[in-house]
Structures are given as structure tokens and as C-alpha cells.
């Protein structure tokens, strides 16, 4: 399915030169894993491909909410919760914003079924996630460290 995708994506990117290498977007949001588990046919290659972006960011939504708003029947997300300052959270609040407002957009986007809006979300999300991603590893790398220190 990914190979079939693969090529009726080049000839969407013919036509709309701004989309960015196919190649590149499945490397940051994995399109190949979300194309095969869905076993979705791609008639529509920027809607799937958009699709895939939005599941992709949907789990690092729920992986940064933990941070700021734990479940507290798990002791992992409490944990966890623990590691960050208020700051800290904030700056996580700020990136959930911005992962959710790619989220609202791939939802107003399922009603348009419009090209030219989806290339313009693609494109904006891939430009977008390279920032946010950035601003993510930080939090990753303490998370890291405070389970390192946690074993004994």
C-alpha cells in the first residue's frame, strides 16, 4: 500500500511544488506504518498522508499531557509529573497547544476534501514539527534522567 501511496504522492507533488518530499515526511511521522496498519487504498494521497501526520501528533499529545494533567490511577504519569516545574509545564501546555491546533485543523480539513488545503497543512506541519520536536527532546532527555536516577 506505502509504494502505491508513494507514487500517486509524486504525482500530487507535480502539481503542488510546495509539498515536501515524501521520502522526508515518512521518516518524522512514520506515513508508511499508518498506511499499512489502516490498509487504507490511497485514492486520496494528501488526505491519507495528512491523516497520518494527525495520528502521529495525536500520540505525542497524549504522551505531554501526562506531564501537565496525570491520570492518577497511574503511578508512572504521577511519577513523571513530578519531573517538571511549572514552567516547565506550561512551555508543555503551550506545545500541546500546537500539536492539538494541528489536530483541530486535519478535522476541519476531513470536511473540505480540498487539495490545495491539504498541501497547505502538510506542508505547515511538517514545517511546524521540526520546531516542536526540538522543544520536545528537552523534556525527553529529563524525563531520561530522572528514571536513571530512579534505579538503583
Known sequence: MYEKLVSEYKKKQKKYRDLPDIDELNNEFEICNFVDEKRIEPRFPLRLVRR?????????IGYLHDFILPNPQSAIAMEEYKYFSDEEKEEIVQLIAKLMLLNRLNSKMELLHDDTEDTRFITSAFKEWKDIKERILPKLDKNIKNWKKTIK
Do not use: T
Request: aromatic share 34%; no cysteine.
Open 52 to 60: 497520518g501526520i494527525s495520528f502521529f501528533v495525536s500520540s505525542w
